[in-house]
C-alpha cells in the first residue's frame, strides 16, 4: 500500500541513497572536499533559496538529497559558478552553509547591527549576508518589526482620504494630482510611530493607514489599499513624479523598463516626496505586501549603504560604460582618434551616449542623466581629451555616473523615511537581492499556482475550450509578458 511505499523511501534515505538511488551520504574522505569560493557559496545559497520556495520548505527541513542539479540547470547564470563542482561537493558545502545558518540564527538577536567598528559583528554579518539562507533573515526580520511594534492593532489607523477623479481615466498629468502626492500631502500631519504595526497572524495584512476614495462606499479596507499602491507604482515608474528615471540602458535594449532614483539637487518639497517614498517601502516590509516597483540592483545597493561597482554601471548605463571602454581599449594616437571621429559624425553604435563636443573638440564635460552638461574637473570646458590622458576623463566619466546612481542626498531622505518605520539596521543582513524581492515581490508568475487558485463564475468551467485557449496562450508567453498580467487584468 501507500503507507509501505513510503517506509521504504524513508529506509533509503536512512541509508543514504537519494531518489535517483545514489549515495548520498558523507564519509571521513567526503569532509576533504575542496574549499568552495564565495561566488559558489553565492549561488548555493540561490538555489537552496528559490528551492525552498518551490518545496515550500525552510532550509533548516532541506535534506542534501533534495539538491539535484543538472546538466541543463548548471547552464543558468545563475548557477554558473557550480558548473565546477561535483553533485557530492554541492550537497557537502549545503550541509556546511546549514550547520552555519544554525549558530548564526542563534546569534543575531545578539549582535549590535547599528555598530560600525570594522571588528564587531554586526559590519562582520553584513559582509556575509550572502551566506544566509533568506528564511533565516526572514525569520530574524519578523521578530525584530513584532518587537517594534509601535500602533497595537486596536488603535485606530490613520485615514488617507483620495479623490480618484484625477486618475480615473489613467495618470494624472500633474504631480499636485497623483494619488502618490495627495497621500504624502497627509501624511505630514501623521506621527511615524503609528506606521508601526505588528505583522499579521493570519488573513489580510495589517495596514499601516486605511485608504478611503471619496465618493465611494468600499466594504474593507485590503481593496482600496491594493488599489492605491497599484495607482502610485504606476505614477512613480511615470514621468509624472520626480522620484525615479528610466536606466539608461533601456536605449539599448538592456534592462528596459527598469528603473533608478532620480538625481540631481533636491528642493524642498522633492524632499519630502522622497521621506514618503521611503515610508512606503517600509510598509510594504511591514504588511509584506509586495509592490510591482521595476528597480535597478544599485537601488537597494545604495539603500542599504553598499558602494556601487563597475557591474552597475554596465547594467544601468551600458552605453556610457561601452564608450568608455573603449576608450581605454584604445592602444594608439590614431586609433582613438578614429573613436572620437565616429562619434562626432555621429557614426558607431553609442552614438546616443555621446559625450558633447566643443568647437570640434572632445573636453573634459559629460551630460549628466538630467540632461545638464557638467565639468568632470575644474576648468573642463578648456580642457581637450587627449590619447594620453584618456584614462583620467574615463575614470572621471565612471566616477560621475556612479555619483549619479548613487544620489546619495537623495538617497539619504529615502533611507530616513524608511527609518520612521522600521529600524533601518536590519539592512544589515539583506542583500539587494533580498530586499528587491521583500518590497517587489517575485517577478515570475506561476501559472500552476494561478490555475489551482481561480474561481469561475456561473456558467464558466475550466473545461471550457476558450478557457483552455486562455491557459494555453499564457504558457506560451515569456515571463517578461505574464508579468504584465497582474496590470492587464486590474
Known amino acids: 500500500g501507500e503507507g509501505r511505499t513510503v517506509a521504504v523511501w524513508r529506509g533509503l534515505f536512512a541509508c543514504g541513497y537519494d531518489l535517483h538511488f545514489e549515495r548520498c551520504g558523507f564519509s571521513a574522505a567526503d569532509a576533504l572536499a575542496p574549499p568552495s569560493s ?40 545563475q548557477l554558473a559558478p557550480l558548473q565546477g563542482m561535483s553533485l557530492s561537493d554541492v550537497r557537502l558545502r549545503f550541509l556546511q552553509l546549514k550547520h552555519i545558518n544554525l549558530e548564526l540564527s542563534l546569534l543575531l538577536p545578539a549582535v549590535d547591527l547599528r555598530s560600525t567598528h570594522a571588528l564587531s559583528l554586526g559590519p562582520l554579518l553584513s559582509k556575509m549576508a550572502h551566506l544566509l539562507f533568506y528564511d533565516v533573515k526572514i525569520s530574524f526580520l519578523h521578530a525584530v518589526l513584532n518587537a517594534s511594534t509601535r500602533r497595537s492593532l486596536d488603535q485606530a489607523p490613520p485615514e488617507v482620504k483620495m479623490d480618484p477623479l484625477e ?5 494624472a498629468t500633474e504631480a499636485l494630482g497623483t494619488q502618490f502626492c495627495q497621500a504624502a500631502q497627509q501624511m505630514l500631519s501623521v506621527p511615524s510611530p503609528k506606521l508601526c504595526v505588528p505583522l499579521a497572524s493570519g488573513g489580510d495584512p495589517t495596514y499601516a493607514f486605511n ?26 515608474q511615470s514621468s509624472v513624479l520626480p522620484i525615479l528615471l528610466p536606466c539608461s540602458s533601456g536605449a539599448a535594449g538592456i534592462n528596459k523598463g527598469k528603473c533608478i532614483l532620480a538625481p540631481g539637487d533636491m528642493t524642498y518639497s522633492e524632499e519630502k516626496l522622497l521621506h514618503f517614498f521611503g515610508q512606503l517601502l517600509g510598509v510594504a516590509i511591514r504588511a509584506d505586501m509586495p509592490v510591482a516597483l521595476d528597480l535597478l540592483p544599485c537601488f537597494w545597493k545604495c539603500l542599504r549603504g553598499e558602494g556601487l561597482t563597475l ?17 581605454l581599449e584604445c592602444t594608439s594616437p590614431e586609433e582613438f582618434e578614429e573613436l572620437l571621429s565616429g562619434l562626432s559624425q555621429g557614426r558607431g553604435e553609442e552614438v546616443e551616449g555621446a559625450p558633447p563636443y566643443h568647437q570640434g573638440e572632445l573636453r573634459f564635460t559629460f551630460i549628466g542623466l538630467d540632461g545638464v552638461e557638467v565639468e568632470l574637473c575644474p576648468g573642463g570646458k578648456e580642457k581637450s581629451v587627449m590619447f594620453s590622458n584618456r584614462e583620467d576623463y574615463m575614470r572621471s566619466v565612471r566616477d560621475f555616473r556612479l555619483r549619479e546612481l548613487a544620489c546619495e542626498h537623495r538617497m539619504t531622505a529615502v533611507r530616513c523615511g524608511l527609518a520612521s518605520v522600521i529600524p533601518l539596521q536590519l539592512l544589515a543582513i539583506l542583500t539587494a537581492q533580498d530586499l528587491d524581492l521583500r518590497v517587489c515581490g517575485l517577478p515570475d508568475v506561476d501559472l500552476e499556482y494561478l490555475k489551482r487558485h481561480t474561481m469561475y463564475q456561473v456558467g464558466l468551467m475550466e473545461t ?16 517578461v509578458m505574464n508579468s504584465t498580467l497582474p496590470q492587464i487584468l486590474n
Open 38 to 77: 564565495p561566488a559558489q557559496d553565492q549561488a548555493l545559497v540561490q538555489y537552496v533559496d528559490s528551492l525552498c520556495r518551490h518545496l515550500a520548505l525552510t532550509a533548516d527541513t532541506l535534506q542534501p538529497w533534495d539538491i539535484t542539479l543538472t546538466e541543463a540547470s548548471l547552464t543558468s547564470q
Open 167 to 171: 486618475s480615473m481615466t489613467g495618470i
Open 211 to 236: 485608504v478611503k476614495l471619496a465618493g465611494e462606499e468600499v466594504h474593507g479596507t485590503s481593496g482600496s489599499f491594493r488599489h492605491f499602491l497599484w495607482q502610485v507604482v504606476r505614477e512613480l
Open 311 to 327: 557591474g552597475d554601471l554596465r547594467e544601468a548605463d551600458c552605453i556610457t560604460y561601452n564608450l568608455t571602454q573603449k576608450m
Open 464 to 479: 471550457d475550450k476558450h478557457v483552455q485557449f486562455f491557459w494555453n496562450a499564457l504558457e506560451s508567453f515569456s515571463q
